[in-house]
């Protein structure tokens, strides 16, 4: 598993809603969500990070 890096993110607070609203939706955390959305997009646009192999 990689790992994962902390940084701050500016939202406008109505999107941040409606992504709380919807990560509540599927069981998720807001930051699963917004990581979830993040990849789906990624692969939408075939720019998925490259697997690595393991050992």
Known sequence: MSKKKAFALRINEDMLNMIEKWAADEFRSTNGQIEWMLQQS???????????QEE
């Open 42 to 52: 990624l692969k939408d646009a075939k720019r998925e990070p490259k697997k690595k």
